[in-house]
């Protein structure tokens, strides 16, 4: 029996225990925008410190930020070997409205070999899966094939704020041949896919300020601004009638799609009735010119996530609301610069002020967009790894979302990037009950495991 | 002593017991649009029959509706004097943002001689008044100088929607020569107003429906309709950029302004300044082509109340969300009708959908516009009343609130309608902090009961 045969074995005699402790971790409520969730922050990061050392793990840390803490660890005695620097975060988005959950999010549980709970498929179910390799690596043969570090942050959901420092102070420490990562999704069931581009986010929130306090709209009605007329009036300003960005110069450094690119796209498999059918959007809508796959993943978006103003309740209420606001993040694409596109919108924001209000614009989230080559032999190798456990070709795609922290390794440790993901777009992520299919899991596991032998004899 | 001054001297001598049961009544939290509240509201109702009894008002009933509950009351022992109905209402506007109240909202309290309570001035304090002003006269003399019925509603916040109905049911038993109603205000702080128009009231709720569930922005935004952006656009297609209503036929049915009108307008005590202090605003912002009394008072208007959808906690969450919505009132002037309005609104909404969603409209409040001739004998005497306590001459003025049950009254019982109102536009309806300052209330309760001897010889 080789190592991987052991491995895999490894695998199937432990997957209850590893489903019971899985479900612990998940039960940690680890929202890191949520200042009210910072002690679960703590548990969480602890609770995985536990698990690496119980791995067979060494230097195992739990790091303090300005914010949450970071996890590392490391197990460096394979000589001659290339090293590979294990990244994920522990920490989950905020799970309203809580109301649409079938089971509370925080309890995890196992339905048609699925594992329902907030994090199950981002991240905190894929970073224990990597946890799970390290320990079945060194329980079955006492070493691993490459020199590892790992890095779970906790604070991903809010735009890994303070890891680029972090990296930068640990850049010794940290330095690698590769990085992999484990947050994207499989392009679909059994379809096994190797990201090399992400899209980069810049985040800004609109307050629109009117009166000093809210006012009776039969009194003042008609001669005060509206907060939310103006507020409405500048979202809809953003983009034109075919869902084209009109803030001035938001387009001008978007690397155009190559004629190779495009045609990889044409070439993948998609079904606009699948989408339809996944969302329950009667039609798609999107920028004018270009196809589903490529508005998601390689055009940048300008995404309102949240309006607010005046009143909600039950019933109405004849007020003119002293403020109203909205939250707002763009998903940028290589080479746009989230500095330079907060800057083109607060421009536009400006130019665009309605009348007879104030306009405050705080700045959130920003992440650089990445992309590196499609045919690195690094990248390669994940592609043959996924197809010893999936019976599919391995496509090679970009994807729209945004790991903020991947342009840093790539600046900062000057290492390229494996984005090897097990996820699926329909575990609804972000949202009510968030789910992660076991099959994934189980074959994610012997995946990882291939990948590190197969990457042992790599040379930069 | 006449009875006017044995009337001035009880509520002088009775002045700290009536105030301890002002405070009664406005601490029962009668908010008609929270169905939480519905005992709250048969307490009040209960609460307020009792006031009457104990004044002497006979025939006192709680009258049920399928709603909240009427209370009506009468005194019908002035033989060949004219009859007068008076109307006002019990219940209350919700007290959202709830932080903002510098005390409780339903724990009364008075500072600097004004009380501060939701619905102290409107309309439970002068409700309250009416019932104090009764009391006197009939404890003094054991007889009031005209007829009297009385009606007090609990739904005027949520647009009488039974009220039309009832007076329908109990015409006969309601007839009347005069409604008299207090549920507007003074022109300034020592100027009386009597109030001959007032604004009509259209109230709709717009949800945009997207995707059945919110959405990963990174994983689908730039594919998908926004729910949010497709509001925005909906709202911002409401008005032109000179606060003009852009729905077509809006205006079709407004009365146009007189010349007469427009130059009483004019001639009206008024500060832009003042309206600036008052409110916080910088500039003010309405229709173009009209003063700011005339928009505000004599011109309809659409009014966005509130807006909702998507993430609105703290930090960021990059959510598409799966719909979005918003609150609208239009504030109607004749000969504007409702609902030829709502029809208008929509058509414009049909018409102006955008592509990727579901639009559904839910209706609201629906109030008639009024306005009665300025030279009616019992709006004249009504001014002659206000200058007896107030050292200035009451302006003849229209008022931009609703009442939609005013036009009602005109409508079903032929009566004209007398508004005297005591509240001032300073005292934040509708708004936190809500407060009445009590000058007012003694002033009011004296000048009603010279009213009611003015009006005692008046024949139709």
């Known amino acids: 029996m080789d190592q991987l045969q052991q491995v895999d074995q490894y695998f199937t005699n432990h997957r209850e225990k590893h489903l019971e402790e899985m479900k612990e971790f998940l039960a940690i409520p680890s929202i890191s925008s949520l200042s009210e969730h910072k002690p679960d922050m703590q548990t969480a990061a602890d609770y995985l410190a536990n698990l690496l050392e119980k791995a067979g793990m060494e230097n195992v840390q739990v790091q303090p930020t300005p914010g949450h803490p970071v996890v590392t660890a490391e197990w460096l005695h394979a000589e001659g070997r290339p090293t590979v620097l294990v990244y994920g975060h522990y920490d989950v988005q905020p799970v309203d409205p809580i109301e649409l959950w079938d089971t509370e999010p925080f309890k995890p549980e196992i339905r048609d070999n699925k594992i329902y709970a907030r994090g199950s498929s981002d991240d905190k179910g894929q970073v224990f899966m990597h946890v799970k390799v390290l320990e079945a690596l060194l329980q079955t043969e006492g070493k691993l094939p490459v020199n590892v570090k790992v890095i779970f942050e ?22 690698t041949d590769v990085v992999l990562i484990s947050d994207t999704a499989l392009y679909g069931p059994g379809k096994p896919a190797v990201c090399y581009a992400l899209r980069g986010l810049a985040g800004i929130e609109i307050t629109v300020k009117g009166s000093k306090r809210d006012l009776h709209s039969g009194v003042y009605g008609g001669g005060v601004q509206n907060p939310i007329h103006a507020l409405a009036d500048l979202l809809s300003s953003f983009h034109d009638e075919h869902g084209t960005i009109s803030v001035e110069g938001f387009y001008d450094s978007v690397r155009p799609l190559t004629d190779e690119e495009r045609a990889t796209y044409a070439e993948l498999d998609f079904s606009e009735e699948d989408i339809k059918e996944e969302t329950g959007v009667k039609e798609l809508f999107g920028e004018e010119g270009f196809s589903y796959l490529e508005q998601t993943s390689a055009r940048p978006t300008l995404e309102v996530n949240g309006v607010f103003g005046g009143f909600s309740g039950e019933g109405i209420k004849t007020v003119l609301p002293a403020q109203a606001g909205a939250k707002i993040t763009c998903r940028l694409v290589p080479d746009q610069d989230p500095d330079e596109i907060v800057r083109l919108l607060r421009k536009h924001i400006e130019a665009n002020k309605p009348a007879g209000v104030d306009v405050e614009v705080a700045e959130f989230d920003k992440g ?11 990248i390669q190798a994940a592609g043959r790894s996924y197809e010893t456990q999936y019976d599919a070709k391995t496509a ?25 993901g097990f996820a699926l777009s329909t575990e609804n992520i972000h949202a009510p009950n968030e789910h992660f299919h076991l099959e994934n899991f189980d074959k994610g596991l012997r995946v990882v495991s291939d990948y590190f032998h197969e990457i042992k004899d790599y040379k930069k």
């Open 368 to 378: 650089k967009p990445f992309i590196t080559p499609m045919d690195h032999p690094l």
């Open 154 to 175: 906790g604070e991903e959901e809010i735009g890994s704020v303070h890891l680029d420092q972090f990296i930068a102070d640990h850049k010794e420490e940290l330095a």
């Open 396 to 420: 090679y795609v970009r994807e729209g979302g945004s790991i903020p922290i991947v342009s840093t390794f790539d600046e900062i440790l000057g290492a390229p990037v494996v984005m090897m």
